[in-house]
């Protein structure tokens, strides 16, 4: 059986049909040793600089800093615990479990003891005790019982080549050598020893020894398995053997040409040989060639895994970690061989050589196994070759889009030789096969019937549909099914019909067109899924709803089984019926990967499927494709509260302010690694099922109660896991909102009922001896708004503005107006706003430039939250009004004025002490009624502060609750 890769250079091209990972992806380094799947599903990478755990999205890398006992790990195994144990360069072990690493406390012990030597191999039993092989220690093996921290050593004679099965029943390779051994040129035993334990595990005894020529002096990998029937697969250097334990016969013997780097098991028994070449395949006695692309073959690799959904993971020492999600897929694109990667047209012919042809190129390839070789089509103007071909009379028909229409060879093999018996000019779009030397042809908009005789070829028939054709079908009875950019059009006997006419759903475009054994007719149509009309014109119309990849389906072709392929945008899908003479669907598998997107033309011979698609051309044996039943394992791997980081837990108990849940979860699949579907819901919230492709979800302020969320996620094909990962949510009331605080706060509201009469009481009398006061106060302050003085400078500006024809008369006579305007708003308010007071501040200011000019400076630092507290009205425009009063404002001593707000949720106003001559001074009416009103309605002071250079006063502001509370 011959299996091939993807073959490809540029190793991060998602269009080649693998993926690679490297230090730009997450990996800590590009010496990767080791890959395995732990039971969970995640996968597991050993580098030279840490662990990596992967989940198809992120790598979680640990180091030292983490608690790994050494950076360089070679190798890592999970135990019956589900511990991963980690091989390392030192030989000190560590493990991961639950999210940490833990290290021996006997490494140290142990380092001292095994020195130089190097752990080939280890294995983990039931009773927790680590048996090491190593390589370079003469004394023999190491048991380490983990319970006890105790090291016991094994002796196995020196300079022995040895396999040694352990109690857990796997074999562990070693050879017991000096550490001075390559310097000495020691001659080691020419046998291969096999070992076990004898009863009481202090010593071992000898089962068989093999005999067969070691090589000397060289550092040697040795690695072995130990199969179900009692075989044993081994490798020494570039040895591979399969030993049976009951003779010292070899079952299969192998020399490689190069050394065996490491040994992996599939769950087949089968092997991957990672060797300083290719890696090679073994199973059923016998080696697999394989065809490696150019990425493996360079970089040196060290382990090769099959994943559970069957992708294959390469590990090597210089270009990091690949991914292969399929061996029967291969795909050639311009790295290996093809010569664009818009592939325009192929065709398999007779003898099952691939036929291929590149978009905007006059030359295509011929695929034979390994081989590649091209032929030249003449005189194509740059455009591209559509079509080939193949008749039952030899002939092959290869035809371009260009004017030069096709050419006709007698014979493939004249194909191969580039020798055209024909030629037709005009550019043909698709082709469809009739009887002897006859094909019927589209052009744009045209429809031919061409015939060759000898070297000249007619068209005796030609119709014009004016339409852009892109597929024709010849049926059973004849009629040539045509599709257009304007739906399915049908020609038999020399008449057109329009089958969008008969059937609506067919009157839009249709890119392909093909029959099936039961002649039913399936239509490949641009945005609408397929339509099958069957011999009794009845209609299937199948859609992503019925499991179709995508409804933009672009070619088909229906294989020797009577199953169909359809080429979509996302992939492939296989169409299985279960009957192909009387049409009924089964189901649809679908293919989707990098190298199946955009696929243009599919062509099928035998097993063979050939994909055509904007990034090469992708083939492979339909029987190798399997649809993938492996659910995804999904976990929830994070959970935040009120964005916090949270324990993970199945069931969790919180309090009523508990309740911003962010949960994050992943669904293990690496087939489509990070496009993979979710399902969740949150039970009791969401009615139904919510789907995303993120991986996770937020639940702001949950009500108290009882709840369950529950998520699970869909594999590449389709398959939902049904044992989706949940967590148990309970989040309880709080405190007033429990039975026996209800019953006290009845009790509390009849004490307060009684207790507020008694403070209405006392408070009436209290408003009543206030109000009197405030009524004296208000008509103060109402003097000391309507100051003469103030209207009469006002007055003045405004006449000395009037006849100096000045523009701001008008302007000043509007501000002056909302001044009093505010000033009749508010005179029955105690307190307002501050952003109110301000705005008649700014207002007051406006009136004072137009006084003073730029001679009053105003230097604003107001807190836009403190502008909703409250101040005592009309006491800034107040003390603005003191400060020009009782300040000399000049343009030889301009004036400083500041207004802010402090941290002690005050205002203060602090300005320049330039006080004008004595007479000035104030009675202090303005200051005396603002700290009145403070200190009967919120028992507080304003502050007043005066040094030689400036004189400020601090109001305090009142907050919207002490309002409220204030005014209740």
């Known amino acids: 059986m011959l299996l091939c890769l993807i073959d490809s250079a540029n190793t991060s091209a998602q269009s080649s049909g693998y993926r690679s990972y490297g230090v730009k992806d997450g990996l800590p380094s590009s010496e990767v040793y080791f890959s395995m799947q732990d039971s969970k599903g995640y ?91 190593l390589y370079g220690f003469s004394r023999g093996l190491i048991k380490i019982n983990t319970r006890k921290g105790s090291i016991k050593i094994i002796p196995i004679p020196k300079d022995r080549s040895y396999i040694f099965i352990s109690p857990d029943k796997k074999a562990l390779s070693g050879f017991t050598c000096s550490p001075g051994y390559f310097s000495k040129g020691l001659v080691r035993d020419s046998l291969l020893h096999l070992y076990t334990l004898l009863p009481g595990d202090t010593s071992i005894r000898e089962i068989r020894s093999w005999k067969w020529h070691i090589p000397d002096n060289i550092l040697i990998h040795d690695c072995s398995f130990l199969l179900p029937d009692g075989k044993i697969a081994a490798s020494v250097y570039s040895d591979f053997m399969i030993l049976d334990t009951s003779s010292v016969n070899f079952l299969f013997y192998k020399k490689l040409p190069t050394e065996i780097i490491n040994l992996s098991m599939n ?124 008749k039952n009379n030899g002939e092959v028909w290869i035809s371009n889009n260009s004017n030069t229409g096709l050419f006709i060879y007698n014979t493939p093999k004249a194909a191969e030789e580039g020798k055209p018996s024909a030629n037709f000019h005009g550019g043909c779009v698709c082709m469809v096969s009739d009887t002897g030397s006859s094909c019927w042809v589209s052009g744009y908009g045209s429809l031919f019937y061409l015939k060759k005789i000898d070297h000249e070829v007619t068209a005796p028939v030609f119709k014009k549909l004016d339409s852009k054709i892109f597929s024709l079908c010849k049926s059973a009875d004849q009629s040539i099914y045509i599709g257009t950019l304007n739906g399915l059009w049908r020609y038999k006997s020399d008449s057109l019909i329009n089958i969008g006419k008969i059937f609506p759903v067919l009157k839009n475009r249709i890119d392909d067109v093909v029959e099936t054994k039961d ?58 019926f279960k009957n192909t003479t009387n049409l009924i669907i089964d189901t649809i598998i679908n293919l989707s990967s990098a190298n199946l997107f955009e696929v243009n033309k599919i062509a099928t011979k035998g097993d063979t499927v050939c994909a055509a698609t904007n990034n090469g051309l992708t083939v492979f044996n339909m029987n190798l494709v399997s649809y993938n039943k492996i659910a995804p394992s ?53 009615t139904g ?174 807190d836009e939250p403190l502008k909703s507290y409250y101040v005592a009205t009309y006491s800034l425009q107040l003390l603005l009004e003191n400060i020009t009063k009782h300040n000399i404002v000049s343009a030889a001593k301009p004036l400083w ?21 004595s007479s000035a001074l104030s009675n202090g009416h303005g200051l005396k009624s603002i700290n009145q009103r403070y200190q009967l309605l919120t028992k507080r002071k304003t502050t007043i502060n005066q040094t030689t250079e400036y004189f400020c006063v601090e109001l305090p502001l009142i907050t919207p609750d002490e309002y409220e509370s204030t005014y209740s």
């Open 689 to 862: 099922w919510i789907y995303t492709k993120n991986r996770d979800v937020q639940y702001p302020k949950l009500a108290p109660g009882n709840y369950k969320f529950v998520v699970s996620a869909m594999n590449n094909d389709g398959k939902w896991n049904m044992e989706p990962a949940t967590m148990q949510l309970n989040i309880s009331p709080p405190f007033w909102a429990t039975w026996w605080f209800r019953s006290l706060f009845v009790a509390a509201i009849a004490g307060f009922i009684y207790w507020r009469f008694k403070v209405v009481e006392s408070r009436t009398k209290k408003e009543a001896d206030i109000n009197k006061q405030l009524i004296i106060m208000e008509l103060k302050e109402l003097k000391a708004q309507m100051d003469p003085h103030f209207l009469f400078n006002n007055l003045n500006t405004l006449t000395h503005l009037v006849e100096l024809k000045s523009d701001d008369a008008p302007e000043f006579v509007e501000e002056l107006s909302k001044y009093y305007r505010y000033s009749l708003q508010f005179r029955n308010a105690e307190f307002t706003e501050l952003e109110n007071e301000l705005k008649q501040a700014v207002r007051y200011i406006h009136i004072l430039k137009i006084r003073f000019g730029d001679n009053m400076k105003i230097k604003w630092n107001i």
């Open 519 to 576: 002649h039913s007719i399936l239509v490949a149509t641009k945005d609408t899924g397929i339509i099958i009309i069957q011999p009794d014109n009845k209609l299937i119309h199948l859609t992503t709803s019925n499991g179709l990849l995508s409804n933009f389906c672009q070619c088909l072709s229906v294989d020797y089984k009577g199953n169909a392929w359809v080429g979509t945008n996302k992939g492939i899908s296989h169409i299985l």
């Open 43 to 133: 996968m597991w990478f050993t580098t030279d600089k840490g662990v990596c755990r992967f989940d198809g999205y992120e790598f979680k890398t640990y180091t030292t800093s983490n608690g790994l006992a050494d950076n360089t790990i070679f190798e890592c195994q999970e135990d019956y615990k589900g511990r991963i144990w980690f091989r390392s360069l030192s030989g000190k072990l560590s493990y991961y479990f639950k999210d940490s690493i833990y290290k021996l406390p006997i490494n140290d012990s142990l380092n001292k003891l095994i020195k130089a030597a190097f752990c080939e191999s280890m294995s983990i039993d039931t009773a927790d005790n680590v048996y090491m092989a």
């Open 267 to 390: 769950k087949n028994y089968s092997f991957w040989l990672s060797t300083l070449n290719s890696p090679e395949y073994y199973s059923n006695n016998e080696f697999t060639h394989m065809s490696f692309p150019s990425f493996i073959k360079t970089n040196h690799i060290t382990s090769v895994t099959t994943d559970k959904e069957g992708g294959t993971w390469f590990t090597s020492l210089y270009g990091a970690v690949y991914y292969i999600n399929s061996l029967s897929f291969r795909t050639y694109t311009i790295e290996n061989g093809m010569l664009g990667n818009k592939i325009t047209g192929v065709a398999i012919d007779k003898q099952g050589k691939i036929w291929a042809a590149s978009e905007h190129n006059n030359k295509y390839v011929i695929i034979d196994h390994d081989s590649i070789t091209y032929r030249t089509l003449p005189n194509i103007d740059g455009l591209s070759i559509t079509n080939f071909l193949f």
């Open 634 to 686: 999904i976990f929830i791997t994070g959970l935040k509260i009120n964005n916090k980081n949270w324990p993970v837990s199945k069931s969790l108990s919180l309090n009523y302010d508990e309740n911003y849940l962010f949960i994050s979860f992943v669904g293990l699949t690496y087939k489509d690694a990070g496009n993979t579907q979710y399902r969740y819901k949150m039970e009791d919230i969401d």
């Open 897 to 917: 004025v500041e207004i802010s707000t402090t941290a002690q949720n005050s205002l203060l106003v602090k300005n320049q002490l330039q006080p004008k001559n």
